[in-house]
């Protein structure tokens, strides 16, 4: 991959130490970035800042990333220090000029939230999914269990008798 896009001058272990383990991290959430890209790329051309042909582009350099990424073939070196530089050295290495575009009008920072935010709704529809299976399952069990009697408790003391279906 080609030079640091925002150029050098840092010390060595200043850049290490703010970069840190960033561009492992960004590994994981690249799909989200990549999701990210796609629908901005899609309105820049929908305003008129890249053409028809320069949006096919980027779609297309977009799935050849995340099919990269899916084989566990697309690096994020800690030299680029996140998947937002990755993506755009990609692009412009293997697609041209355009692929310097996929960035206009978003900041880093943009990008990084609105990649994390991706990430959290996924993640969370995953736990809802997962809570709905547990709740699913227990509801089955404590179907099974209603009639097994056992004593019940209050502030420490046996209580009135209940079933293992109603704890």
């Not at 890249?50 to 977009?62: M, N, P, R, V, Y």
């Not at 995340?66 to 998947?83: A, R, Y």
């Not at 990755?86 to 960035?103: C, D, P, R, S």
Request: charged letters at 25%; proline letters at 3%.
């Amino acid at each position: 991959m080609s030079a640091k896009l925002w150029g050098s001058g840092l010390h060595p272990l200043v850049e290490a130490f703010t970069v840190g383990e960033d561009f492992l991290l960004d590994k994981q959430l690249l799909p989200y970035d990549l999701e990210a890209s796609k629908a901005h790329a899609i309105m820049l051309e929908s305003i008129n800042v890249i053409s028809k042909e320069e949006l096919d582009t980027l779609k297309e350099g977009l799935d050849r990333i995340l099919s990269l990424w899916k084989e566990n073939k697309f690096d994020i070196l800690p030299s680029q220090e996140d998947c937002h530089t990755a993506i755009e050295q990609f692009l412009t290495e293997n697609y041209g000029e355009v692929g310097k575009k996929i960035h206009t009008g978003r900041s880093r920072n943009d990008q990084s939230l609105v990649m994390i935010r991706l990430f959290m709704k996924a993640s969370l529809k995953e736990i809802l999914t997962n809570l709905e299976a547990l709740i699913e399952t227990w509801d089955a069990k404590q179907s099974s269990l209603s009639e097994v009697l056992m004593p019940g408790y209050t502030h420490m003391q046996r209580a009135m008798p209940t079933t293992v279906g109603r704890v």
